[in-house]
C-alpha cells in the first residue's frame, strides 16, 4: 500500500516481517487452505527469527519487547497476505505463566518456549455447554496425592495437534461451593506430549477457513500438581488478566488484514478498464474504498492507545475491548469492500480475496464475540444494568 501509516515505528521489524512474508506468498496459503493444512514451514521461519518470542523477557531468552512491537508484527503479517493465527497463541498465551506462574515453571518451560523447543499453542477454554459463559465450564481437576486428575471436553482449542503444552481451565471447586462466584477454576500447564492416548483425545474440526482448531476430550488426564499455575481456585481471574493483550494482538491481526484488502482494492480499482476507464474513476467504487481506509485508520488508533496504555501498566479494558470491537469491524468492512471492487474476481480463489474474506469473519465471534464487548462497555464503561 503506498500510503501506509505510522510508518516509522517499528520500521525495522516491520520490513523484516514483510520480507519474511514475501517468501510465503499467496499460492503457498491457498494451497494449504485447500487441504485445511497447517503452515509449518511458515511457522517454523517466524519462530527461527524470534518473532514469536518478542513478548518474552531477555533473561528467559525472548527478545523483552513490549506489546506495541508484538502488535506490529502481527499486523504486518497479515497486512501481507499471511495469516498469524497458526502461532500467534505462541507469543502470549506464556503471558499466564510469567505473570502467575512460580520461579520454578518460568525457569522449566519459558526459555524452552522462546527458542521454540517447546510450543505453547493450545488454550483450553471453551467448552460445548458453556460457550461464551466461563464460569459454566464442566471440566474438573479433582486433586489426587500429587497430581491432578482432569475429566471433561474442550472446544476451538486452535492448535492443540501443533502444540506441545496446553493452558487449561477447569473446575477445581465444586460451582455450589465456592466462596465467590468468579472462585473455583484452576488454571494448569498440561505437558500434551506426555498424555496417554486413552486419557487425552484430540478431534480436529473442519471449519469454513483453514485454522486448526480441535475438540478435545478429558479421561483421567493425570497431571502433576506442580503444574498448577498459581493458586487453585484463582484460575479465573488469571485467565482474565491475559485476555486485554489478546485482543490488542487479535486487533492488530485485524488492522492488517483491514490494511491488505484496501491494498488489494486499490490496486484493481486501478488496473481493472472497463467503459474505457479505470473502474476506480468511479465514485461508486473508489469511495468505499476511501471510507475502509477511514474506517481503519480510526481502529487503528484505538490499538495504539490501548498498546500504549498497557504498556504504561493502565487498566485497558475499555480500550483493549474497544480496540479488539473497531478492528474487527474495520477489516470485516473492508473485506465486504475488497470483493465488491473485484466484482466476480472476488470469488475467485487465485485473487486471495475470498480466502481472506473467510478468514476475516471470525474476529467477529472469536476470541471474544461483539456482543460479549458491548455488554462489557454497556455495564462497565456506561454503568447500564448487567444483561445477563
Ligand atoms: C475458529 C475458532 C477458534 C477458536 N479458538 C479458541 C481457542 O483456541 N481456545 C478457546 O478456548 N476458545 C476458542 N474459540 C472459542 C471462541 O472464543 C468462542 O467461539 C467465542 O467466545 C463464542 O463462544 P461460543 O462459540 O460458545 O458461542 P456462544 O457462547 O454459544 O454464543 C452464541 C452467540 O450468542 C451470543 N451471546 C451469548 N450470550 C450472550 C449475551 N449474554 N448477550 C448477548 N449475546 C450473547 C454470542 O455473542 C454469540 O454470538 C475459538 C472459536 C473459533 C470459531
Known amino acids: 500500500m503506498s500510503k501506509r501509516s ?4 517499528f520500521a525495522d521489524i516491520r520490513a523484516s516481517v514483510r520480507a519474511l512474508c514475501a517468501k510465503f506468498p499467496g499460492e503457498y496459503w491457498r494451497a494449504l487452505d485447500r487441504e485445511r493444512a497447517y503452515p509449518s514451514e511458515f511457522v517454523k521461519a517466524l519462530t527461527e527469527g524470534g518473532y514469536l518470542a518478542a513478548l518474552i523477557p531477555e533473561e528467559f531468552g525472548g527478545s523483552g519487547l513490549g506489546i506495541s512491537a508484538a502488535a506490529a508484527i502481527l499486523e504486518e503479517i497479515h497486512a501481507s497476505g499471511s495469516n498469524g493465527a497458526a502461532c500467534h497463541a505462541q507469543m502470549y498465551t506464556m503471558g499466564t505463566i510469567l505473570r ?17 523447543q517447546l510450543r505453547l499453542q493450545a488454550f483450553g477454554v471453551t467448552e460445548p455447554t458453556s460457550g461464551t459463559d466461563t464460569l459454566s465450564l464442566r471440566t474438573t481437576a479433582r486433586r489426587e496425592g500429587d497430581h491432578y486428575v482432569i475429566n471433561g471436553q474442550k472446544i476451538w482449542t486452535s492448535r492443540a495437534e501443533h502444540s506441545d503444552l496446553m493452558l487449561l481451565l477447569a473446575r477445581t471447586t465444586p460451582r455450589d461451593q465456592a466462596r465467590q462466584r468468579t472462585d473455583g477454576l484452576s488454571v494448569f500447564l498440561v505437558d500434551m506430549r506426555l498424555a496417554q492416548s486413552t486419557s487425552m483425545t484430540i478431534n480436529p474440526i473442519r471449519t469454513m477457513m483453514n485454522h486448526a482448531t480441535t475438540q478435545v476430550f478429558f ?5 502433576p500438581a506442580d503444574n498448577l499455575i498459581g493458586e487453585e481456585g484463582q484460575g479465573f481471574r488469571y485467565i482474565l488478566s491475559g485476555m486485554n493483550a489478546e485482543r490488542i494482538l487479535i486487533a492488530s491481526e485485524c488492522i492488517g488484514d483491514a490494511k491488505w484488502f484496501i491494498a488489494k482494492a486499490t490496486a484493481y480499482a486501478q488496473e481493472r478498464v472497463l467503459f474505457g ?16 481506509y477511514a474506517q481503519m485508520r480510526a481502529a487503528e488508533l484505538m490499538v495504539h492507545e490501548a498498546a ?5 501498566g493502565r487498566d485497558i479494558g475499555p480500550e483493549a475491548n474497544m480496540a479488539k470491537l473497531l478492528a474487527a469491524d474495520a477489516s470485516w468492512a473492508a473485506a465486504d469492500m475488497c ?8 470469488f475467485a480463489e ?3 480475496v475470498e480466502r481472506k474474506f473467510r478468514e476475516a469473519r471470525l474476529y467477529q465471534v472469536a476470541p471474544i464475540s461483539t456482543n460479549m464487548i458491548l455488554a462489557y462497555l454497556a455495564e ?9
Open 6 to 9: 505510522n510508518t516509522d515505528e
Open 100 to 116: 502467575h506462574g512460580n520461579a520454578a515453571q518460568k525457569e522449566a518451560y519459558l526459555p524452552k518456549i522462546a527458542s521454540g
Open 219 to 223: 479421561d483421567d488426564l493425570r497431571v
Open 277 to 292: 476507464r479505470p473502474i476506480g474513476k468511479n465514485q461508486g467504487v473508489q469511495f468505499p474504498i476511501a471510507r475502509a
Open 308 to 312: 500504549r496504555k498497557y504498556e504504561e
Open 339 to 346: 470483493v465488491q471492487t473485484h466484482g466476480g474476481f472476488g
Open 350 to 352: 487465485e485473487y486471495d
Open 380 to 388: 462497565h464503561v456506561l454503568g447500564l444494568p448487567r444483561s445477563y
